[in-house]
């Protein structure tokens, strides 16, 4: 027994003594800090098909900092999910150079695949065998088969070759240096910068052992609204200390960089990207970084968007300013230039102001630079079409920007499983250049973190299930989110049969029933202001048009809807034409996404042949619906859960009942307000009058 054994064998001796002392049953221990590698007991029947192709695990070769991981891994979870007899084969982790001659078979399906590729062989004699090129798909490959194992799927497919879809698979943190977290409503940040570098919590490996697990492979641990004091002398040994501690799970550490920290922590006075001052800053700034952090990921910006400093300042392009900083760091990693931009003039249509921008310097961006586009053209909405740039720039390096945190999608109240929204944009066809997920193959994609200091993660039970999918859909855009649902839930609470047959369908509708409730037939913006937790569609008066509901919705006496056709902004032409032309024509378009790209009089017939007031009405009708049927569902679950984690999810989706009647209230109140129309028969009257809404007040609200 290797002496981490035993001190592993010592810890958990004690804590089950100490949980008898305490007269604590192992399941109101549950409080989600193992997400989803709990690893919980096999069924007997289970456990015994598989000894039948396990046992004790070995590596053949060395093993370093990453081995090392894998075979901790594959302790832990075997030991939790068998106990100790572990089969009668055995598991062995190899890497391609270390096969015999007779094993060629084996290294065959690896053959120019990509980095962090393996494959899982079942070896009559030996047992289950995992292949790889590099350490770290030994560890991934040793995340797969204990999550083959618990979530109960069939044996035999687990034999086969895994390949990642995109080389960079980020999470983007926007965490600040005094912990709080920008939009962030899990508590306070997990990095305790104040502490750094001395002290390494315990759950900086844990987090990296969950990055690790769904293919996660960097992240950017700093908010986008970026302090300069992530780049300055006293930060560095701190990075270092997480870089160093991350490594051997192979999520390289990047930061956010500040446009201006030549001025404002180098003493420049200017950040002109063509000074030969302000260059040579940075690129002794990127030598000093590289000389500690040998694979220091890159730098993140944002850059001239929402009053961040940027390149335009001095009257120079985006990629200007990328290319500068790309020059400093060389080859060694990579610029990620965000799209997110308001641009200071142009109010005839946010939605357009990114393209605008960034399409007219397509192919002037250096290979080291990615630009970062979020999903959809305004700001991670409930539901917007794909972002008309990922169609237009084939010469740029593109990379996705999704929300892992549900800024405008309720926060931490309630199940709003993002996976089905993720996948309607990575599946979305841009044209010529394919789908979304096509463009992105070469490059990535990031998610902005829903992590906190709460002892769940993530705020919420359901929104680790948010993590877990934005991982594995990095890693494989083509997986289903009813596939994800499930392997999640299986492992984070019941691999049961009939708890994964109601669990699986809630948590897919349950991002449909927020957009119902929300922002149905393709409204935006709707959220209030500052913090946008709840409806504020009234808001009209804030000092710039695009920061106010009543421009996205457009609506008076008459209609409702943006206009972005050629009668209107016209941002459709923004869109490839045979991409454009099925939202052209309210007739035959999907009606999910009618109001972002029409606007249309409140008796408009939709296809159906209902009034557009009464099929929005019913829409709001049905996401309250569907939040009712969702705690129904789950008050039936509590068979299958633990104690703990049953009640924290049934108290939040009593939230995210309450906060959906307040959302479909008054919104359908302010409506009526403008056009003046009765409610159809056998519906309900809002429970309050338009000003008892308007006089709602949320200052203290998180995450602003
Ligand atoms: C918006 C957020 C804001 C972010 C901004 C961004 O409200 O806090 O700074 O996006 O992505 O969604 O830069």
């Given at each position: 027994?290797?002496?981490?054994?035993?001190?592993?064998?010592?810890?958990?001796?004690?804590?089950?003594?100490?949980?008898?002392?305490?007269?604590?049953?192992?399941?109101?221990?549950?409080?989600?800090?193992?997400?989803?590698?709990?690893?919980?007991?096999?069924?007997?029947?289970?456990?015994?098909?598989?000894?039948?192709?396990?046992?004790?695990?070995?590596?053949?070769?060395?093993?370093?900092?990453?081995?090392?991981?894998?075979?901790?891994?594959?302790?832990?979870?075997?030991?939790?999910?068998?106990?100790?007899?572990?089969?009668?084969?055995?598991?062995?982790?190899?890497?391609?150079?270390?096969?015999?001659?007779?094993?060629?078979?084996?290294?065959?399906?690896?053959?120019?695949?990509?980095?962090?590729?393996?494959?899982?062989?079942?070896?009559?004699?030996?047992?289950?065998?995992?292949?790889?090129?590099?350490?770290?798909?030994?560890?991934?490959?040793?995340?797969?088969?204990?999550?083959?194992?618990?979530?109960?799927?069939?044996?035999?497919?687990?034999?086969?070759?895994?390949?990642?879809?995109?080389?960079?698979?980020?999470?983007?943190?926007?965490?600040?240096?005094?912990?709080?977290?920008?939009?962030?409503?899990?508590?306070?940040?997990?990095?305790?910068?104040?502490?750094?570098?001395?002290?390494?919590?315990?759950?900086?490996?844990?987090?990296?052992?969950?990055?690790?697990?769904?293919?996660?492979?960097?992240?950017?641990?700093?908010?986008?609204?970026?302090?300069?004091?992530?780049?300055?002398?006293?930060?560095?040994?701190?990075?270092?200390?997480?870089?160093?501690?991350?490594?051997?799970?192979?999520?390289?550490?990047?930061?956010?960089?500040?446009?201006?920290?030549?001025?404002?922590?180098?003493?420049?006075?200017?950040?002109?990207?063509?000074?030969?001052?302000?260059?040579?800053?940075?690129?002794?700034?990127?030598?000093?970084?590289?000389?500690?952090?040998?694979?220091?990921?890159?730098?993140?910006?944002?850059?001239?968007?929402?009053?961040?400093?940027?390149?335009?300042?001095?009257?120079?392009?985006?990629?200007?300013?990328?290319?500068?900083?790309?020059?400093?760091?060389?080859?060694?990693?990579?610029?990620?230039?965000?799209?997110?931009?308001?641009?200071?003039?142009?109010?005839?249509?946010?939605?357009?102001?990114?393209?605008?921008?960034?399409?007219?310097?397509?192919?002037?961006?250096?290979?080291?630079?990615?630009?970062?586009?979020?999903?959809?053209?305004?700001?991670?909405?409930p539901r917007?079409?794909?972002?008309?740039?990922?169609?237009?720039?084939?010469?740029?390096?593109?990379?996705?920007?999704?929300?892992?945190?549900r800024?405008?999608l309720g926060?931490?109240?309630g199940i709003a499983y993002l996976a089905p929204m993720w996948s309607e944009?990575?599946?979305?066809?841009?044209?010529?250049?394919?789908?979304?997920?096509?463009?992105?193959?070469?490059?990535?994609?990031?998610?902005?973190?829903?992590?906190?200091?709460?002892?769940?993660?993530?705020?919420?039970?359901f929104?680790?299930a948010n993590?877990?999918a934005?991982?594995?859909?990095?890693?494989?855009?083509?997986?289903?989110p009813?596939?994800?649902a499930?392997?999640?839930?299986?492992?984070?609470?019941?691999?049961?049969?009939?708890?994964?047959?109601?669990?699986?369908?809630?948590m897919l509708g349950s991002r449909e029933a927020v957009a119902d409730y929300m922002?149905?037939?393709?409204?935006?913006?709707?959220?209030?202001?500052?913090?946008?937790?709840?409806?504020?569609?009234?808001?009209?008066?804030?000092?710039?048009?695009?920061?106010?509901?009543?421009?996205?919705?457009?609506?008076?006496?008459?209609?409702?809807?943006?206009?972005?056709?050629?009668?209107?902004?016209?941002?459709?032409?923004?869109?490839?034409?045979?991409?454009?032309?099925?939202?052209?024509?309210?007739?035959?378009?999907?009606?999910?996404?009618?109001?972002?790209?029409?606007?249309?009089?409140?008796?408009?017939?939709?296809?159906?042949?209902?009034?557009?007031?009464?099929?929005?009405?019913?829409?709001?009708?049905?996401g309250?619906?569907e939040?009712?049927?969702?705690?129904?569902?789950?008050?039936?679950?509590?068979?299958?859960?633990?104690?703990?984690?049953?009640?924290?999810?049934?108290?939040?989706?009593?939230?995210?009942?309450?906060?959906?009647?307040?959302?479909?209230?008054?919104?359908?109140?302010?409506?009526?307000?403008?056009?003046?129309?009765?409610?159809?028969?056998?519906?309900?009257?809002?429970?309050?009058?338009?000003?008892?809404?308007?006089?709602?007040?949320?200052?203290?609200?998180?995450?602003?």
């Amino acid at each position: 027994m290797r002496v981490r054994e035993v001190v592993n064998r010592i810890g958990a001796v004690l804590t089950a003594l100490l949980c008898a002392a305490l007269a604590v049953s192992p399941a109101s221990a549950e409080d989600g800090y193992d997400l989803w590698l709990r690893y919980a007991p096999l069924e007997p029947s289970r456990a015994e098909q598989v000894r039948e192709v396990t046992g004790p695990v070995a590596i053949r070769g060395e093993a370093d900092g990453t081995v090392g991981a894998a075979l901790d891994e594959l302790e832990r979870g075997l030991g939790r999910m068998l106990g100790d007899d572990r089969g009668r084969k055995s598991i062995t982790l190899t890497r391609i150079a270390d096969l015999s001659d007779g094993e060629g078979w084996l290294a065959d399906s690896l053959v120019g695949a990509p980095e962090g590729s393996f494959a899982i062989a079942a070896d009559p004699h030996a047992g289950t065998v995992i292949v790889a090129r590099e350490d770290i798909g030994l560890l991934y490959g040793a995340f797969a088969l204990l999550r083959h194992l618990a979530s109960d799927r069939p044996l035999p497919e687990m034999a086969r070759t895994y390949r990642p879809a995109m080389p960079l698979r980020l999470l983007n943190h926007w965490d600040n240096p005094d912990g709080h977290v920008e939009r962030g409503y899990a508590g306070r940040s997990i990095f305790d910068w104040w502490h750094l570098p001395e002290k390494l919590d315990p759950e900086m490996i844990d987090y990296a052992r969950a990055n690790a697990s769904i293919g996660i492979n960097g992240a950017v641990v700093n908010n986008v609204n970026a302090s300069p004091l992530f780049l300055t002398k006293r930060y560095l040994p701190k990075l270092k200390r997480l870089a160093d501690a991350w490594r051997p799970y192979g999520v390289r550490l990047y930061i956010s960089a500040r446009f201006s920290a030549p001025k404002d922590i180098g003493g420049l006075d200017t950040a002109d990207p063509l000074d030969p001052a302000v260059r040579a800053w940075w690129r002794d700034k990127a030598d000093e970084i590289y000389a500690q952090i040998p694979d220091f990921g890159g730098f993140l910006v944002k850059a001239n968007s929402e009053g961040q400093p940027g390149p335009q300042d001095y009257g120079r392009t985006h990629a200007d300013g990328a290319n500068m900083l790309a020059a400093a760091i060389g080859d060694r990693g990579t610029v990620i230039w965000r799209a997110f931009v308001y641009s200071a003039e142009d109010e005839t249509d946010r939605a357009k102001q990114a393209y605008e921008e960034f399409v007219p310097l397509d192919g002037q961006f250096a290979n080291n630079v990615i630009v970062q586009v979020k999903n959809g053209a305004i700001d991670f909405q409930p539901r917007e079409p794909f972002h008309p740039i990922f169609g237009a720039m084939p010469n740029t390096r593109l990379m996705l920007e999704a929300q892992i945190t549900r800024e405008y999608l309720g926060q931490a109240s309630g199940i709003a499983y993002l996976a089905p929204m993720w996948s309607e944009v990575l599946d979305a066809q841009t044209g010529r250049a394919g789908t979304v997920a096509h463009v992105i193959a070469p490059v990535g994609m990031a998610g902005v973190a829903n992590t906190g200091s709460d002892r769940n993660w993530t705020g919420t039970h359901f929104d680790q299930a948010n993590w877990y999918a934005f991982g594995r859909l990095a890693w494989d855009p083509s997986l289903s989110p009813q596939q994800i649902a499930r392997e999640w839930a299986a492992q984070t609470f019941s691999r049961d049969e009939t708890f994964l047959g109601k669990v699986v369908p809630m948590m897919l509708g349950s991002r449909e029933a927020v957009a119902d409730y929300m922002t149905p037939l393709g409204l935006a913006h709707q959220m209030a202001t500052g913090h946008h937790y709840g409806p504020g569609p009234w808001v009209c008066d804030l000092a710039r048009p695009e920061w106010n509901p009543c421009y996205y919705h457009a609506a008076d006496s008459e209609g409702i809807g943006f206009d972005r056709t050629a009668y209107g902004s016209d941002a459709l032409a923004q869109y490839a034409p045979e991409i454009a032309r099925q939202w052209a024509d309210p007739a035959t378009m999907d009606e999910r996404y009618l109001l972002w790209f029409h606007h249309l009089e409140w008796d408009h017939r939709m296809q159906d042949g209902r009034t557009l007031w009464d099929a929005m009405i019913a829409r709001y009708d049905a996401g309250v619906a569907e939040v009712d049927a969702m705690a129904q569902t789950w008050a039936q679950l509590a068979p299958y859960v633990d104690p703990a984690r049953h009640r924290a999810v049934s108290e939040s989706l009593a939230i995210q009942q309450r906060e959906a009647r307040w959302w479909r209230d008054a919104s359908i109140a302010y409506w009526r307000s403008l056009n003046g129309l009765p409610l159809p028969d056998g519906v309900r009257v809002p429970e309050h009058d338009l000003d008892y809404y308007r006089s709602l007040e949320f200052p203290e609200a998180p995450g602003k």
